[in-house]
């Protein structure tokens, strides 16, 4: 284990498996103190937590007011925000098989939880005049894929959020 982030505090979401759980181990592999936000545990972040530097926040961000709980369970330093969490359903049935709900489903599974849990960190951020926003996008941001439409909608607009925001806030610190 490294200490390059002791001392510093993450809050990582979609953090059960995958690129989430991968995350959640480097940060706390590096000192990191870390709250992992996701709808399920898994044995790999439940291992984590026994080790101690992870804490396991139960939280589904399409609620109102998880965004605010997870940010929350951070205390009152938040450094590191890793907005992971992300699903891109297959829409074999083509485009025009994609509904209303579809899109707004996966649009606020994909952009919107981000742009919460942000909202919510974004004040400890920049109260403290630091912080690191880091969010995961998909190739199919920028490549499309029409057996992902709704997805690669929602990752190309989390993108221009990010950038966006990048601008606003980013000479604050």
Known sequence: MSTEL???????TGASKGIGLA???ALAGAGATVVAGSRTTT??????V???SVTWVPVDLAEPGAAERLVAAAGERLDILVNNV???PA????FLSVTDEDWRRTVDLNLLTAVRVT???????????????VTVASVNATLPDPL???YSAGKAALLAFSKALSKEVGPKG
């Open 91 to 94: 829409r074999t049935g083509g």
């Open 6 to 12: 002791q001392g510093r505090t993450a809050v990582v």
């Open 86 to 88: 992300g699903a891109a």
């Open 43 to 48: 044995e790999a972040l439940d291992a984590l």
């Open 23 to 25: 995350v959640v181990r």
């Open 148 to 150: 992902v439409i709704d």
């Open 119 to 133: 909202r919510a960190a974004l004040p400890v951020m920049l109260a403290a005049g630091r912080g690191s926003v």
């Open 50 to 52: 026994k080790e101690g």
